[in-house]
């Protein structure tokens, strides 16, 4: 029966082309839990978002879903709420840079070296941030994605703790080879939150905390 109902709400929400059943689903007579637990895990992801759209309850009811872990590693988006706590790494920071200068050529093999400023560690941020519920997970990341030769760092990101201040954010989980991964999470924008940037390259305390990025 659900399976029936499911396909007949991807008709009409799914981007397909309606059909006249589906435009007389009564889904607000339908109870909470038979929504989340029972109807909802036939839809695909398209269909749920476009559902969540419709009306308050129904957006209630599919962040619900999505808040569920073994829900959104099936389907790979989350549902972040206020007052999360996540380590966050952001977009690698250029130490160096490539020169065309002739004195870098003689002296630093072509390279410049880059100071970098509490504002480069900010605009880090800024976008493309991945969470981490694992501080270790976090610096983990940190320590894959650096760049050295010979002991000399050209680009590494930096580390922040965050604490959301936004109500509801949708985020999508990092895919591995197991599958989706519940622990590490990429959002396109943080959106309100405070930040503490925790970089050890940057001294903390010239990188004050920030209410919204």
Same mark, same amino acid.
């Given at each position: 029966?659900?399976?029936?109902?499911?396909?007949?709400?991807?008709?009409?929400?799914?981007?397909?082309?309606?059909?006249?059943?589906?435009?007389? %689903? #009564?889904?607000?007579?339908?109870?909470?839990?038979?929504? %989340?637990?029972?109807?909802?895990?036939?839809?695909?992801?398209?269909?749920?978002?476009?559902?969540?759209?419709?009306?308050?309850?129904?957006?209630?009811?599919?962040?619900?879903?999505?808040?569920?872990?073994?829900?959104?590693?099936?389907?790979?988006?989350?549902?972040?709420?206020?007052?999360?706590?996540?380590?966050?790494?952001?977009?690698?920071?250029?130490?160096?840079?490539?020169?065309?200068?002739?004195?870098?050529?003689?002296?630093?093999?072509?390279?410049?070296?880059?100071?970098?400023? #509490?504002?480069?560690?900010?605009?880090?941020?800024?976008?493309?941030?991945?969470?981490?519920?694992?501080?270790?997970?976090?610096?983990?990341?940190?320590?894959?994605?650096?760049?050295?030769?010979?002991?000399?760092?050209?680009?590494?990101?930096?580390?922040?703790?965050?604490?959301?201040?936004?109500?509801?954010?949708?985020?999508?989980?990092?895919?591995?080879?197991?599958?989706?991964?519940?622990?590490?999470?990429?959002?396109?924008?943080?959106?309100?939150?405070?930040?503490?940037?925790?970089?050890?390259?940057?001294? %903390?305390?010239?990188?004050?905390?920030?209410?919204?990025?």
């Amino acid at each position: 029966m659900f399976k029936k109902m499911a396909s007949l709400i991807t008709g009409t929400y799914g981007g397909k082309q309606e059909t006249p059943q589906a435009e007389n %689903i #009564p889904l607000s007579t339908v109870p909470k839990e038979v929504l %989340i637990d029972d109807l909802f895990p036939f839809l695909d992801l398209n269909t749920l978002i476009n559902l969540r759209a419709t009306s308050k309850e129904l957006y209630h009811f599919v962040n619900i879903f999505l808040k569920i872990e073994r829900n959104a590693k099936i389907i790979g988006l989350t549902v972040l709420y206020k007052d999360s706590h996540f380590y966050a790494v952001g977009k690698n920071v250029a130490y160096k840079v490539f020169s065309d200068s002739i004195w870098d050529a003689i002296l630093n093999d072509s390279f410049k070296n880059i100071d970098v400023t #509490p504002d480069d560690i900010r605009n880090s941020f800024s976008s493309g941030v991945t969470l981490f519920k694992s501080e270790k997970a976090a610096k983990e990341k940190i320590k894959r994605e650096t760049s050295t030769f010979n002991q000399v760092l050209y680009e590494k990101p930096c580390l922040a703790s965050v604490n959301l201040q936004e109500d509801v954010i949708l985020a999508k989980l990092e895919r591995d080879k197991i599958g989706y991964n519940p622990n590490i999470i990429f959002v396109q924008r943080l959106g309100k939150c405070q930040i503490q940037y925790l970089d050890d390259i940057v001294s %903390i305390e010239s990188v004050p905390v920030s209410e919204v990025i």
